[in-house]
């Protein structure tokens, strides 16, 4: 499925919606350049404990400073909560 991976199709979790999603409209989208779903061991240390993201992506750019491209590298996670009012 991901035409600007690392691989020639992503893994997600099954029957997670949300993962699908995201996988979808972030190839849709012409900035991102790289979609990978991140591995279990890879984990983020945080002051409230180890973080494992979803997915790393990487998006192209124009620098505020001097409109010169530039990559942005994101951890993205794609869980939802539900909110009641």
Known sequence: ???????D???IDSG?????FFVKQAERDPRVVCVLKLPEWYKIP???GN??????????HKS???HKEVEIHLAVETGST???A
């Not at 499925?1 to 691989?7: A, D, T, V």
């Open 64 to 66: 505020l400073r001097d």
């Open 46 to 48: 945080t002051p409230a």
């Open 82 to 84: 539900s909110v009641l």
């Open 51 to 60: 973080y494992t993201p979803d997915f790393g992506i990487v998006v192209s």
């Open 16 to 20: 997670s919606s949300y993962e699908s």
């Open 1 to 7: 499925m991901p035409e600007r991976g690392g691989y």
């Open 9 to 11: 199709h992503a893994i």
